[in-house]
T-cell receptor
């Protein structure tokens, strides 16, 4: 089946620095990708919809200037956490919808961000 | 919050027993899906049921959907230790691809 990869799988950074997370669709094109955040023992919360060639759409309460999303190609979306703080420590997961009518989404393996 | 509810939040059973998890949602939907997540890992798609379907089977999985009650259940029969994971339901609306996840059920299968 289709594969979505994320890089890095984990990252530790200091407060105030920025971190970039990549999401790639490996064997299919994705004009849309989704970014989720998951805190420990909680569910996934949609942060934003990444749109190839246009601006991302952010969910209510998500700061677009803090979580920069760039969907520069049909196989790559990046999420940059700017001026990271310890409360940004979380598991970040991306997904891409399947092609065709199956309405499934393929999820990346996630990136664990720890801000110290 | 637009998130749905899942119950139980945690379930611990013996290997070989059946496990049932329930999910309720708040808005009209196009599809409802179930995903599994092993600790600290990404999500694995298990099964999708459309709004006009009432029951679906896949291997040891059985999913039901009651749109009048806005609820779904996932049954795992003859559970195995490898089924230990968190299970999430997720819904999408007509014309929208983004998913809204339930709060999840942490399932532990004891050998």
């Amino acid at each position: 089946g289709a594969v979505v990869s994320q890089h890095p799988s984990w990252v530790i950074c200091k407060s105030g620095t920025s971190v970039k997370i990549e999401c790639r669709s490996l064997d299919f094109q994705a004009t849309t990708m989704f970014w989720y955040r998951q805190f420990p023992k909680q569910s996934l919360m949609l942060m934003a919809t990444s749109n190839e060639g246009s601006k991302a759409t952010y969910e209510q309460g998500v700061e677009k200037d803090k979580f920069l999303i760039n969907h520069a190609s049909l196989t790559l979306s990046t999420l940059t956490v700017t001026s990271a703080h310890p409360e940004d420590s979380s598991f970040y997961i991306c997904s891409a919808p399947s092609q065709g009518q199956r309405n499934e989404q393929y999820f990346g393996p996630g990136t664990r961000l720890t801000v110290t | 919050s637009q998130q749905g509810e899942e119950d139980p939040q945690a379930l611990s059973i013996q290997e070989g027993e059946n496990a049932t998890m329930n999910c309720s949602y708040k808005t009209s939907i196009n599809n409802l899906q179930w995903y599994r997540q092993n600790s600290g890992r990404g999500l694995v798609h298990l099964i999708l049921i459309r709004s006009n379907e009432r029951e679906k089977h896949s291997g040891r999985l059985r999913v039901t959907l009651d749109t009048s009650k806005k609820s779904s259940s996932l049954l795992i029969t003859a559970s195995r230790a490898a089924d230990t994971a968190s299970y999430f339901c997720a819904t999408d609306r007509q014309g929208a691809q983004k998913l809204v996840f339930g709060q999840g059920t942490r399932l532990t299968i004891n050998p």
